[in-house]
């Protein structure tokens, strides 16, 4: 009796597991055999012609480039500032958790929400227009929260040691920093980055209102009324009611283009990410 | 150079347990190898020996607790009345159930003092309300704790002090009913009254149990064992260099690394 | 220096939180005064009449979000049992990085395959009970099953592994077989963190805006008389996420109350999601040992 519900409980958890991992892994390969034939050189660097149904993304990934670049760079000082800030800067462990407990909320915000917030501040407000700026923006935003833990986690596991020998080397606070904190989170700040960025690549609600639209753009010229093409919108507009099917399998290419950058971005984090498991664990 | 004693005599009573040919290899390096012991009924078996020379890996091994730590190896036999651990198709948990072990950490789980006593015997067979009681009763009584925890079993077991949820962990282990009671360095984490009262424990025990205990407290063994083996460091992996009955080892030990360990212990 | 731009940057970064909240409860505020507490209590939204009840796409919400995560709780918590407790090392550490890569996929990219394969599985499926189209609320839940099943099993696996070893090593040393271990040790312990897991999935599910958009109807105005029946959960509907995301929300602007009721809705989805946040992420940390 004890036996079988030995073998039974084995039994079930495997079946939901194989089930959980073959339902994804189905997923894309479903996007692969669809969208693969549609994806070669051409349609990597070619615009869009008849409205998707011919031509290629060249813009749409250029676009998306650009809002992740603003995103970016956006998202760095804001992030750094605010891990420094729960680690160094503010010592009791109320006002560090407060702080940590706002970034785990401000990670489970709707994307909509950022998307509306900047469509209310930077397009209508600041009277941009749909901008890449504001995408970029609103972007940043979302990224904080992943950017700021990843370094957190970083530097919670900087050795004690190291702090210490620089302390009693007589360097202060902001020095350490410098010296010792950050060159060893670094890290964190890449991993956290290669994360968000890979979400925010993705994301088609925080820039449908503020960023993008769907032909007709290529190089933004400034910062008002400068919106660009990219590449998870773009999909976004083909999938509804119209369903062409000369649209087919470019449709699915670019599926395809999108899931591999974002899993592209996934990937390369992992290394650094399974090396700080693995010394946790340790 | 052979070992510097004989193992012991076979006697008239066969023994309880037996370790032939033992050894326990991790990452293909060996930790103890050429282990053989036997344990009679009723005895207080002791192994001494510097840290690190494998007595807490010996002992797992002898309840196939070793099974469950990634990397070990167990090659050679151990025998329990004269039946193989180690053949293909033991019921490993019946096993576990004959074979108890008593931590260095006493390990309660969070729930009540009446729910730990029965942790494992209650999946063992149907309990009826009243011999759930009774037992619970009868195994605190033999470990010495009940007086100081009649009035609240329903209490979280982690409210009680270190030395009270080790006789809790011994407890639990009785009321299983081993007939073997492993103990790996029982009383390291305790103060010394504590102490005293595990080792008085031990010493009542023996009526109805076996135990095998592994101290590096030699005082300690001088005050509770039978019989000891000492686990030392030959060529860089554990073997049993000395085994002889207590006396005979503390006071006119024979091995070279027998006479080193104790003159610094 | 360092010290004051730390702060700095974290104050730009804070106060912009602090100013989304605030334009959402500001902006919202003109629909609040045109409808009281019809607005969350109404089961009508025509905007051309000023009429804004949102009733209707706060059940469509909770209602897909409660499938979802009934749907993929079970399958969730079977997986993270195996990877956690039945797994060697090395091969739980492959499946945790697969499902998480999986996790990566863009909501878009379900929405397309919500498309493909869902709706005429729906549709068919349901043949009897004669809906109108394959995009349904539970299409919708049934996509939103399989985005947040990650995270589920992400999660449930972290709380499982958090329960000492020595606890586990205990219970096997008095003889108990390893599902008893785990159903009387392991999964006990880590209920916290398994509710957690629970409530940061529902959260997810509850804001994803364009995989519901594509496959959930977008049908205004559809409160049920049985909320709880099949044959409600067999029609289109209308999520909040599905409301903003459409085209609503581009004419809404010029209109203060028309606007306030298109952020009012924003807001009401900030306090769902920021309620279940909250909550689970409370629930996790107060299992620290």
């Known amino acids: 009796m004890r036996k079988s519900l030995d073998f039974l409980l084995a039994t079930i958890t495997a079946f939901c597991a194989l089930v959980a991992v073959a339902l994804l892994v189905g997923l894309v390969a479903v996007i692969a055999q669809r969208g693969g034939p549609a994806v070669n050189w051409g349609f990597l660097t070619e615009q869009i012609r008849l409205v998707g149904a011919a031509g290629g993304i060249f813009w749409n990934l250029v676009g998306t480039l650009i809002l992740l670049a603003s995103a970016l760079v956006v998202c760095l000082p804001l992030s750094v500032g605010l891990a420094l800030v729960e680690r160094v800067w503010l010592q009791r462990e109320g006002s560090r958790r407060l702080l940590r407990t706002l970034l785990y909320t401000l990670n489970g915000v709707p994307s909509i929400v950022f998307g509306l917030f900047g469509f209310v501040v930077f397009v209508q407000w600041c009277g941009w227009g749909k901008s890449w700026l504001s995408g970029g923006l609103v972007l940043a935003l979302m990224m904080i929260p992943t950017v700021t833990v990843s370094l ?22 902001a020095q350490i920093v410098w010296a010792v904190l950050l060159p060893q989170a670094w890290g964190g700040v890449v991993t956290g980055s290669l994360l968000g960025l890979a979400r925010a690549a993705g994301e088609v609600a925080p820039i449908m209102f503020t960023a993008t639209i769907f032909a007709g753009a290529t190089l933004p010229k400034g910062i008002k009324e400068s919106p660009v093409l990219s590449l998870p919108y773009h999909i976004f507009i083909l999938a509804q009611d119209s369903f062409d099917p000369s649209v087919g399998s470019k449709l699915w290419g670019a599926a395809l283009v999108l899931l591999a950058l974002v899993l592209f971005l996934s990937v390369i984090a992992l290394p650094s990410r399974l090396k700080l498991h693995e010394e946790a664990n340790v | ?50 840290s690190g ?68 015997a209650k999946r063992l067979r149907r309990l009826s309300r009243g011999e759930r009681a009774e037992l619970v009763e009868s195994a605190l009584t033999e470990s010495a704790l009940w007086d100081e925890v009649k009035d609240r079993l329903k209490h979280p077991a982690t409210a009680l002090s270190v030395g009270q949820q080790q006789r809790l962990c011994l407890a639990r282990t009785l009321a299983v009913k081993s007939e073997i009671i492993l103990m790996d360095e029982p009383t390291s984490a305790l ?58 080892v503390l006071d006119n030990p024979q091995c070279r690394e027998v006479i080193e360990y104790l003159s610094h212990a | 220096m360092t010290r004051a731009l730390s702060w700095f940057f974290s104050l730009v970064a804070l106060g912009a939180v602090a100013l989304l909240v605030g334009v959402f409860v500001w902006q919202s505020l003109p629909v609040w005064h045109h409808e009281g507490w019809g607005y969350v209590t109404g089961t009508k939204w025509f905007f051309r009449q000023k009429e804004f009840g949102t009733l209707p796409m706060i059940y469509s919400t909770v209602i897909v979000g409660l499938i979802a995560l009934v749907l993929a709780a079970p399958l969730g918590f079977g997986a993270a049992i195996f990877t956690a407790e039945y797994l060697p090392r090395r091969a739980r550490l492959a499946v945790k990085v697969l499902i998480e890569l999986l996790a990566g996929v863009p909501s878009v990219v379900y929405g397309l395959l919500g498309i493909l394969l869902l709706r005429d599985w729906i549709y068919n499926l349901f043949e009897k009970f004669e809906p109108l189209s394959g995009d349904t609320l539970l299409t919708a839940g049934v ?16 709380a499982l592994r958090g329960v000492s070893s020595a606890q586990r090593r205990a219970a096997r040393g008095l003889g108990l077989t390893h599902a008893e271990t785990v159903l009387s040790i392991a999964i006990p312990q880590a209920k916290r963190g398994l509710g957690a897991a629970l409530l940061l999935a529902l959260g997810r599910a509850l804001g994803e805006t364009i995989a519901v958009f594509l496959v959930v109807g977008r049908q205004d105005n559809n409160m049920p008389e ?64």
Not at chain 2, 217 to 244: F, H, K, L, M, P
Request: hydrophobic letters at 45%.
């Open chain 1, 152 to 173: 957190i986690e970083r530097l919670k596991a900087v050795p004690a040691k190291y702090v210490e020998a620089a302390a009693g080397l007589g360097l202060n606070r």
């Open chain 2, 1 to 50: 150079m052979s070992d510097c004693c004989p193992p012991p005599v076979a006697t008239d009573v066969a023994p309880i347990l037996e370790a032939r040919g033992l050894e326990v290899r991790a990452q293909g390096r060996a930790l103890v190898r050429k282990v053989n012991f036997s344990v009679r009924r009723g005895q207080v078996f002791g192994l001494i020996g510097p």
């Open chain 2, 53 to 120: 020379a494998g007595k807490s890996t010996l002992l797992r091994a002898l309840n196939r607790l070793a099974d469950l730590i990634p990397g070990l190896r167990v090659s050679g036999d151990v025998r329990l009345h004269g039946q193989s651990i180690y053949a293909p198709g033991t019921d490993v948990n019946a096993l576990r159930e004959k074979v108890g072990m008593l931590f260095q950490q006493p390990v309660v789980f969070p729930t009540s003092i009446a729910e730990n006593v029965l942790f494992g």
């Open chain 2, 191 to 248: 103060d010394p009254k504590a102490t005293q009262a595990i080792e008085e424990l031990i010493l009542r025990l023996k009526e109805r149990h076996t135990i095998i205990i592994v101290t590096h407290n030699v005082s300690q063994a001088r005050r509770v064992t039978d019989w000891i083996a000492c686990v030392c460091v030959r060529d860089g992996v554990g073997e049993i260099v000395e085994s002889a009955c207590c006396d005979a």
């Open chain 3, 143 to 158: 996509l939103l099953a399989v985005m947040i099943l990650p995270t589920i099993v992400t999660l449930s696996d972290d």
């Open chain 3, 226 to 289: 049985h909320i709880f029946s099949l044959r409600a959960w067999l029609e289109a509907g209308q999520t909040i996420t599905s409301k903003l995301g459409g085209s609503e929300t581009n004419i809404a602007y010029g209109d203060p109350v028309h606007w306030g009721a298109m952020i009012g809705l924003a807001l009401l989805l900030l306090i769902m999601t920021g309620t279940v946040t909250l909550l689970g992420t409370g629930f996790g940390k107060r299992s620290d040992a």
